[in-house]
């Protein structure tokens, strides 16, 4: 018996060794309670607690060191020896710390007693705590998250995810992002971004991607990877949000800061970018385009007469035509009020571009329905060749400029291409084109007159004023050559202003020495449209001038009647109701039609110098100049033949039954002071021979000039 205990205790105190050599080096809290007690304490577990071994053991309570004790002990059974619990540890500066607790029934010494383990459980609690809130925010973020595997599969979407993109998850489990691609991003952007998530991992940027639906987004995607403990890629995480309305935001801000807003069309801005890119478009591929410069003709009467609104759906209208007359891939650009641009990229040979010119010619002509009004415009086009013309992005623009200077001057309503001549020339009169202004100010312009003569006797019956610029640096600059700037910008009307005044002046000192010669005075179309015609100034002029309001004949121009605006007819009779006269000039030249001679209060017709100047008999243009004459006379007109140059005409045009001419044969437009000289003259000499002064005086202002 003896034996047996002392062999128990033995056993007894070698597993007390054993237990207490395990416990002291264990990385578990381990202690002995007994009667409430500590009556053991590992290290570790005085670590856990922050009191020395000691100090634990000399606790009168478990309590203080696991406030839960007492209440788990109730809860553990009798029978049951094992127990294994999360409850909180007190930590002697009064912190709780989550540990796993295990309870051990054992006998300690001979007595009953618990072993505890006390394993820390702040980490693990803390990493389910991150989990739970991980997946908190993976389920409720608005941010859309996707997890591939190291090959792109999907593996998971959160519902931010399904809600962007509109695929569930099933839909999307096994495939690859590929499914969003919208084809927008060229492989070469992929390749970049793979590039780049291989070296580092990360990536982020903007994609534009399709949804289920096939609407396409913007994305602003965030990549991260998550590494094996190999350094192999085991997730990449794909977090993104929709950025579409931003992108559209952010285009349509573009647009309007690149866009003129009333067309639609590329500004000015943007079609030096554009012009730029076609240049080294053209460079990189060894091929050639060309810039086309179009300026609508006599727009701004449109402006004036119709109002702006008007205007504006006339260039809106303008801009769709001339977008249909070229490919998607050439830009139409709108640089200034009524001026456009068009790059022609790709062009093989001019005769393609002059095609293109052909038929923005037809559909820029064609009317304008505008609300109620009907209105019509054409265009002068100039046209520059890239890399023929020019190499520089400024040069090209200002040769397609001046190639549609060049195309106003011939006329209008006609395409120019460039010719290196063209600068020198054409530059003088652009400027001299800006000089116009002051030319008013300065007095340089001047009034040549040009009699108009009864063929029959020889005797000057009217005189027609024909303005000159006297420029300060070119000379005499004729009128062609300044009128259609001068319609085109407006200036017309002070240009008209002043061409009238100085006719009634002359007039007046004519009258003053008894010689009573009508002026006619030349109108431009623009000056009816813009409110030029001052019918009561110019009625006061005569007046306080003491002249017979006959003293005048206003000359237009065909153009001016095909509008059929009421507004023009109006001042017309306004005019004649005055008691000035009207005639048509250039007459066979326009859209003549015997309606308009029936239509508008007309005086005189002036048959174009084009029949007059080849007249010989059997000709084609004499058979319309008679036609003509029967048609004037039989709708009671006078009529006027301008450019007479020899007597053959002279004498087949009094055959024909005109009676008055105008031309060379007689005089070339002169300053008043060469026929104030004759007039002086002529007043001197007895009144009886007046019919054959006057054939004197016609026959010196010939040799004068
Ligand atoms: P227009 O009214 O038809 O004037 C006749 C033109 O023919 C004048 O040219 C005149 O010099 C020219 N001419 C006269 N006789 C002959 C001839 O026998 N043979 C030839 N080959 N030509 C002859 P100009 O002075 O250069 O004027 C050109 C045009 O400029 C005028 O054509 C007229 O439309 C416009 N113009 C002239 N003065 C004014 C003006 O004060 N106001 C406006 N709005 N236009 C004007
Ligand atoms: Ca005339
Ligand atoms: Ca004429």
């Not at 809290?29 to 000691?54: C, P, W």
């Not at 969003?180 to 971004?193: D, E, I, N, V």
């Not at 039989?634 to 007479?644: P, Q, T």
Request: some cysteine.
């Amino acid at each position: 018996m003896q034996r047996i205990s002392t062999e128990r205790a033995r056993i007894n105190k070698q597993q007390n060794q054993l237990f207490l050599s395990l416990a002291n080096n264990s990385l578990i809290g381990i202690g002995v309670i007994k009667n409430d007690r500590f009556v053991f304490s590992n290290r570790h577990l005085a670590q856990m607690t922050g009191y020395e071994r000691q100090e634990l053991i000399a606790l009168p309570d478990v309590q203080q060191i696991l406030p839960d004790f007492y209440t788990e002990l109730e809860r553990f059974p009798e029978d049951c020896n094992e127990k294994l619990i999360e409850t909180k540890l007190l930590h002697y500066s009064g912190k709780r710390i989550d540990i796993e607790l295990c309870l051990l029934r054992t006998r300690f010494d001979g007595d009953d007693a618990i072993v505890v383990f006390v394993l820390d459980n702040t980490a693990r609690k803390n990493n389910e705590r991150n989990a739970q809130l991980a997946a908190l925010v993976y389920e409720n973020s608005t941010e859309a998250i996707v997890v591939t595997d190291e090959s792109g599969v999907i593996v998971g979407v959160n519902p931010a995810f399904v809600e962007i993109t509109g695929y569930q998850l099933s839909e999307v489990i096994g495939r690859t992002m590929n499914l969003l691609a919208s084809g927008r991003q060229s492989p070469a952007f992929y390749k970049k971004m793979w590039r780049q998530l291989k070296k580092t991992g990360r990536w982020r940027g903007d994609i534009w991607n399709r949804r289920k639906n096939g609407e396409e987004y913007a994305e602003r995607l965030n990549i991260s990877t998550c590494y094996n403990e190999d350094g192999t890629v085991f997730r990449r995480i794909g977090l993104f949000f929709d950025v579409t309305q931003d992108k559209e935001r952010e285009q349509q801000i573009w647009r309007q800061a690149n866009h003129d807003h009333l067309t639609g069309l590329p500004n000015r801005q943007l079609f030096q970018g554009r012009l730029q890119k076609a240049m080294q478009d053209a460079d990189e591929r060894n091929k050639a385009f060309a810039l086309i410069f179009l300026d609508l003709d006599l727009f701004k009467d449109v402006n004036d007469t119709l109002g702006h609104n008007v205007g504006d759906q006339l260039l809106k209208e303008a801009s769709k035509r001339l977008l249909s007359c070229v490919r998607d891939t050439d830009t139409v650009a709108r640089i200034g009020g009524d001026e456009f641009t068009v790059i022609v990229s790709d062009v093989p040979n001019q005769a393609v571009v002059e095609r293109i010119c052909e038929e923005i010619l037809v559909k820029i002509a064609q009317p304008y329905q505008l609300g109620e009004n009907v209105a019509t415009v054409s265009a002068s086009i100039g046209v520059t060749m890239y890399p023929e013309d020019a190499s520089d992005a400024g040069e090209i623009l200002k040769n397609a400029d001046m190639a549609m200077y060049a195309a106003k001057e011939c006329g209008r309503n006609q395409y120019c291409f460039f010719l290196p001549a063209m600068s020198e020339a054409i530059q003088a009169r652009i400027l001299f084109s800006q000089n116009l202004q002051t030319a008013i100010a300065e007095n340089q312009f001047i009034l040549y007159y040009q009699p108009i003569i009864d063929m029959r006797t020889g005797q000057v019956r009217k005189f027609e004023a024909l303005i000159r610029w006297d420029h300060p640096e070119l000379g005499l600059v004729p009128p062609s050559e300044y009128i259609p700037f001068a319609e085109d910008s407006g200036l017309i009307v002070d240009i008209g202003q002043w061409v009238f005044k100085a006719a009634v002046q002359q007039a007046k000192r004519w009258h003053e020495q008894g010689l009573n010669y009508q002026i006619s005075v030349n109108v431009s179309p623009a000056q009816f449209y813009a409110d030029g015609i001052k019918v009561e100034e110019w009625v006061r002029l005569l007046e306080d001038a003491g002249l017979p309001t006959s003293s005048i004949l206003i000359e237009i121009t065909e153009r001016l009647l095909l509008e059929e605006n009421p507004a023009i007819t109006k001042r017309l009779r306004q005019l004649r109701e005055a008691g000035l006269q009207i005639a048509l000039d250039d007459f066979g030249t326009g859209f003549s039609s015997l309606t308009y001679l029936k239509r508008y209060p007309i005086d005189y017709l002036k048959i174009d110098q084009s029949f007059v100047r080849n007249l010989a008999p059997e000709s084609e243009d004499l058979a319309l100049c008679e036609a003509m004459i029967v048609m004037a006379q039989k709708l009671g007109l006078g009529v006027i033949a301008e450019g007479v140059e020899g007597p053959l005409q002279q004498s087949l045009l009094l055959e024909a039954g005109c009676v008055l001419g105008q031309g060379y044969l007689y005089s070339r437009p002169v300053p008043p002071q060469e026929i104030e000289r004759w007039l002086d003259e002529r007043k001197a000499l007895p009144t009886n021979t007046s019919s054959s002064n006057d054939q004197r005086m016609a026959g010196q202002l010939l040799q004068d000039t």
